[in-house]
């Protein structure tokens, strides 16, 4: 009984681990997208208009587009959330692979 026992938690452990590997594989590959954690809400735009007259007005519309134009090139707006998320995914695949080798070790034992 104990043999039998044994065996099967070696396996499930063995073949939790497999899984594991093959969804990160599948995930770091681009292969499939990674499990949405953090998601970001819809942004609104938010524009403070005040009625500036003249060039003075212009320019500043202008150096703000500028700017929103150069920092998205640098940050595009879905780097953080799709970091996050594989940073979680990662923390969880090795919680997951560290419990499936201690139930492997357990089948072990009992083998």
Known sequence: MKKVIGWTLFL??????IWGIWSSFEIFTAKKPPYEIFKTPEAEEVSLKQEKAGLEGQMQEQMQQVIKEQ???MLP???L???F?????SIF?????????KLSSLGIKLL
């Open 85 to 89: 998320n594989l940073i979680a995914w």
């Open 93 to 101: 695949m090795g919680i997951l692979v560290f419990g499936a080798g």
């Open 71 to 73: 920092f998205e090139k």
């Open 12 to 17: 499930i452990g063995v073949l939790v681990i």
């Open 77 to 79: 707006s879905d780097f």
């Open 81 to 83: 959330p799709k970091l």
